[in-house]
């Protein structure tokens, strides 16, 4: 979770590079939480990588129809 708001935050300061790796750790740790990739979609639009903004958004409404993936698990990692 702490990896999620810090690329969160990084992104909203517009610090893309720091904000990449922190979304992508995110998305590691828990591949199945929706926001992360909505997040990457944005960040990709931001890099004008267009095609994966797209990838990342299509992935992020996918997942967020189960709404098990709209939390964040507490787990120990």
């Not at 300061?13 to 720091?18: S, T």
């Not at 199945?32 to 960040?43: C, D, H, P, S, V």
């Given at each position: 979770m702490a990896n999620y708001h810090l690329g969160r935050?990084?992104?909203?300061?517009?610090?893309?590079?720091?904000?990449?790796?922190?979304?992508?750790?995110?998305?590691?740790?828990?591949?199945?939480?929706?926001?992360?990739?909505?997040?990457?979609?944005?960040?990709r639009k931001k890099q004008n990588r267009r095609e994966e903004a797209e990838r990342y958004w299509a992935l992020f409404k996918d997942l967020d129809k189960v709404p098990e993936n709209r939390v964040f698990p507490l787990t120990d990692r």
């Open positions: 935050l990084l992104l909203t300061l517009g610090d893309n590079a720091e904000a990449e790796k922190f979304l992508l750790t995110a998305a590691d740790l828990d591949p199945k939480f929706a926001r992360t990739y909505y997040l990457l979609g944005n960040l």
